[in-house]
């Protein structure tokens, strides 16, 4: 499933068993919005990711804690939406 999802979004990486990626909008301001959506599609999901902010630059970690710290398709999921919504609102 990691491997299938990884191939349909290059971007996402895995990184000591977390699916890894970072976003980097065109300001400050646009990563706070962009970690606004994510968190609404997080609660949404009732899955959270880890979240690091770092100037225009968004970093999500997922991975499934009550499954062992494994990577399962609420994380492949959630991360398709992010995605999405980063597409959306501010390309690639």
Not at 9 to 29: C, D, I, S
Not at 70 to 92: P, R, S, Y
Request: charged fraction near 25%.
């Amino acid at each position: 499933m990691t491997d299938t999802f990884l191939k349909q979004h290059p971007k996402w990486r895995v990184e000591q068993g977390m699916l890894v990626r970072t976003y980097e909008a065109p300001a400050f301001l646009d990563g706070i919005a962009f970690v606004t959506e994510v968190a609404r599609l997080a609660e949404a999901a009732d899955h959270h990711p880890d979240i690091d902010i770092r100037w225009r630059k968004v970093t999500l970690r997922l991975v499934t804690h009550d499954a062992g710290n494994t990577i399962t398709a609420k994380d492949t999921q959630l991360a398709a939406e992010c995605d999405l919504v980063f597409a959306a609102k501010w390309g690639g």
